[in-house]
């Protein structure tokens, strides 16, 4: 344990950046009673074992966040840029908190000239408070996970809204597949890829125990998504086809409040902090929303297109998500960069008009 701690008062010199170290502070550790200290080191592993982590850290039990507050609270001001004194989280799903929307708040992107077989991506991440988060599950916990959400799935399945199937990955598992049926859905973009080629989750303890626990259940219409077994216990996935950005929203909103009710202790959540996430870069609503624009003018200039993008509070990513390429015709992926400090409603209402905004700006381009 020492160890540890001497490694991390080093990588704070050596890695300023590395935001876990920064907010290291042995004072606090050394209030701890060892069994915290333990807990508390766990959350640190993986920026401990890699020091050029941009955050270093994540949750390992449901209330980690609470229960480590002093250290989180000042990870989370740091990553996310806030002043918790000055601003609280809060969730807010209701399109009618946001001002300056069109009517009835119909966010319709034909107005500015998108076709209607544009597709639309919300994710969320939700975990069990039933269960340790990911990083500290046993391989039992993990098939449990599994075992847990059959009911839920079930349910899904017998309803004509839904219907669809359970894929696992977990040999001996009713729904179990093999591998070039996992490899299909991951070509599909219906399923997430092994992690354990990302060192971050490894030492974090994340993607241990790979496949076991692992699986997705994909609605007839490919419209809902519930990956279990990810970074976080499920990530909840919205695709729809068309212009109007309340259909992935609603859609995604309603998966989460028929899903929670069927699950025992329901889902994690910090009253300070809001939905609890294993990444801190998550926290507070997890969601992600995001579409594929092709900007060629404006992405002939990357850096500027990227600074403007930003600008709006937006990220820009290639089309393959996460540290990919831009695409071919300037076709871009584009999402709101917060999650943290800002609600559902509000993140929808960035990329409503964000996408309006970066389009009259590449309308403008000569
Ligand atoms: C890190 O700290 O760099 C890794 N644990 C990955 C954090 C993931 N997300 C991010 O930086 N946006």
Same mark, same amino acid.
């Given at each position: ?10 990588? &704070? ?26 807990? $508390? ?6 920026? @401990?074992? #890699? ?16 229960? $480590? ?5 000042? *990870? ?5 840029? *806030? ?6 989280? *809060? #969730? ?5 908190? !946001? ?20 597709? @639309? ?5 939700? #975990? ?42 977990? %040999? ?57 077994? !990810? +970074? ?20 995604? &909103? ?10 025992? =202790? ?5 009253? +300070? ?22 900007? %060629?003018?404006?992405?002939?200039? !990357?850096?500027?297109?990227?600074? /403007? @993008? ?10 393959? =998500? ?13 999402? %709101?960069?917060?999650? /943290? ?6 993140? *929808?209402?960035?990329?409503? &008009? ?7 700006? !590449?309308?403008?381009?000569?």
């Amino acid at each position: 344990m020492a160890d540890k701690i001497s490694k991390i008062l080093e990588i &704070k010199k050596t890695h300023p950046s590395n935001i876990m170290a920064a907010c290291f502070d042995a004072s606090y550790y050394e209030s701890l009673t060892p069994d915290s200290q333990d807990r $508390f080191l766990k959350c640190l592993n993986s920026g @401990i074992e #890699n020091p050029d982590s941009q955050v270093g850290c994540y949750a390992c039990q449901p209330d980690d966040y609470d229960a $480590f507050r002093p250290f989180f609270l000042n *990870v989370l001001q740091s990553y996310h840029k *806030v002043d918790l004194l000055k601003t609280k989280h *809060v #969730n807010e799903w209701s399109l009618d908190s !946001e001002p300056d929307l069109p009517e009835n708040a119909q966010l319709d992107l034909s107005k500015f000239g998108l076709p209607p077989d544009i597709s @639309i991506r919300m994710r969320t991440g939700r #975990n069990l408070n039933q269960f340790p988060l990911p990083g500290s599950m046993t391989k039992q916990d993990r098939i449990n996970l599994e075992l847990e959400m059959g009911g839920t799935f079930k349910k899904l399945i017998s309803n004509p809204k839904y219907g669809g199937q359970y894929y696992s990955l977990t %040999p001996g598992h009713p729904s179990f597949i093999e591998n070039d049926q996992y490899l299909k859905l991951v070509e599909d973009h219906l399923m997430f890829k092994d992690m354990s080629s990302d060192t971050y989750l490894v030492s974090a303890g994340i993607s241990q125990d790979w496949p076991f626990g692992r699986g997705c259940y994909v609605s007839e219409d490919r419209s809902t998504i519930i990956w279990v077994g !990810e +970074e976080d216990h499920l990530r909840i996935i919205s695709m729809k086809k068309g212009t109007l950005l309340n259909n992935a929203y609603n859609n995604l &909103k309603e998966a989460l409040d028929i899903t929670e009710p069927l699950i025992n =202790g329901g889902f994690a959540h910090s009253k +300070e902090f809001g939905v609890v996430t294993s990444c801190p870069t998550n926290i507070g609503t997890a969601l992600r929303a995001s579409i594929h624009l092709k900007i %060629p003018k404006l992405m002939e200039n !990357e850096k500027d297109a990227k600074a /403007f @993008i930003k600008s709006l509070g937006m990220s820009v990513r290639g089309k393959g =998500g996460e540290h990919t390429a831009m695409g071919a015709d300037g076709l871009v992926d584009i999402s %709101p960069s917060s999650r /943290f400090c800002i609600t559902e409603a509000r993140i *929808v209402a960035t990329l409503y &008009k964000g996408i309006k905004t970066i389009l009259e700006k !590449e309308g403008e381009q000569t």
